[in-house]
Nanobody, 125 residues
Framework: QLQLVESGGDLVQPGGSLRLSCAVS????????IGWFRQAPGNEREGVSC????????SYADSVKGRFTISRDDAKNTVYLQMNSLKPEDTAVYYC??????????????????WGQGTPVTVSS
């Protein structure tokens, strides 16, 4: 059974850091690119970051470049999103998703066949 489970969401003050995890099971992890998306209340879901199946390529939304870092540990079937210098506008539910492409885009959710249930991140003082 294909499954992606996010964890690590929390309440954090502006300027703080969080690390989100996406644990993957039920398929051959290293064949899939993994993306992180987020959806804030009242907004459409947007792409945040993506890492290729090999881990050699990454991409980031302009709004998070220089603050967020995506990585993957194939031995643990897990993808991480390290989020630093968090801002209130980063508040959202964060989702990870798997794509069978070597490297997927952040602009087309149709690239991604499998989705997790999301983990909430709140940035507030």
């Amino acid at each position: 059974q294909l499954q992606l489970v996010e964890s690590g969401g929390d309440l954090v003050q502006p300027g703080g850091s969080l690390r989100l995890s996406c644990a993957v099971s039920g398929f051959t992890f290293y064949y899939y690119a993994i993306g992180w998306f987020r959806q804030a209340p009242g907004n459409e879901r947007e792409g945040v970051s993506c890492i290729s199946s090999s881990g050699g390529s990454t991409s980031y939304a302009d709004s998070v470049k220089g603050r967020f870092t995506i990585s993957r540990d194939d031995a643990k079937n897990t993808v991480y999103l390290q989020m630093n210098s968090l801002k209130p506008e980063d508040t959202a539910v964060y989702y990870c998703a798997a794509s069978s492409f070597h490297m997927a885009t952040l602009n087309d959710e149709n690239d991604y066949a499998y989705w997790g249930q999301g983990t909430p991140v709140t940035v507030s003082s």
